[in-house]
């Protein structure tokens, strides 16, 4: 692995924090909404797993510039929420996709219904520009799914050769 790959995690590492941030605090607040509605664990499970895997790949991060060794533990833990962090990548992937290909007027028959079921509430939004809403949120989902993607397997590849030699992989 050439010091370009792990100046490409780095760089990669540093700009999912705030996403990991923010995808943390919005698990703590659904885990009180959780409680009473089971429906919502398994985003709330994804989010969490996200948040871990952001923060122990930046720990990992720092332990590599700091040159000291990086435990079997923290390998671990990224390792793990890595493997749930590759399927909530896949699912960002496909629902920023369908969403970016389908055709605008699908999209609006689709939301209209909801929009006309809130009224007021609404607040005179149109759904063209609620469509225009949710392709400008699913370009977003699409940039941060591919780069969790190539960030998962750099550090997938870095936690290969940072394992010391008495413990496996």
Known sequence: MNRTELTIFKVLTYLLLPIGFFFGMVALMMLVIAISNVQLLLPLFLMACFTIYIFTSFRFTQRIEAGQPVSGKLRDW????GFVTIFMSVLFLMNAAAI???PEQK???M???TIDTMGTLAGGITAEQMVGRLKSFSVFLLVVSVTLLIHLVINFRLQKLYTSPNEKY
């Open 100 to 102: 970016l290909f389908l």
């Open 111 to 113: 939301i209209q219904p």
């Open 78 to 81: 990224m390792r793990v929420n």
């Open 107 to 109: 999209l609006v028959e």
